[in-house]
């Protein structure tokens, strides 16, 4: 059975950090890239980051650069997204998908899989 599940969200305010998590069954992780998106209200699902499956090819979108890093744990199957100096504009429900491939791609019709997803509410 193919699993992604989220978690890590939570209510912050502007400049704190936050830690997602993405737990994944081993069919759902091991040889695939995979990637996080993010779905603010009344806007359209967008790209944040992703990573390969092996040597730790990253790709991130513009706006969290800087800020956001993706990372993997393969002894544990859990993808990661740390997000540091977080701002109002970053909130959103936040996805982990699995890519149909092993690289990295900014492209939601390459991710095969997706979880269920964790809120990320940043206000003062």
């Known amino acids: 059975q193919v699993q992604l599940v989220e978690s890590g969200g939570g209510l912050v305010q502007p400049g704190d950090s936050l830690r997602l998590s993405c737990a994944a069954s081993?069919?759902?992780?091991?040889?695939?890239?995979m990637g996080w998106f993010r779905q603010a209200p009344g806007n359209e699902r967008d790209f944040v980051a992703s990573?390969?499956?092996?040597?730790?090819?990253?790709y991130y979108a513009d706006s969290v650069k800087g800020r956001f890093a993706i990372s993997r744990d393969y002894s544990k199957n859990t993808l990661y997204l740390q997000m540091n100096n977080l701002k109002p504009e970053d909130t959103a429900v936040y996805y982990c998908?699995?890519?149909?491939?092993?690289?990295?791609?900014?492209?939601?019709?390459?991710?095969?899989?997706w979880g269920q997803g964790t809120q990320v509410t940043v206000s003062s």
């Open positions: 081993g069919r759902a992780f091991s040889g695939k890239g």
């Open positions: 990573i390969s499956w092996i040597g730790g090819s990253t």
């Open positions: 998908a699995t890519h149909r491939g092993s690289y990295p791609s900014p492209r939601q019709n390459e991710y095969d899989y």
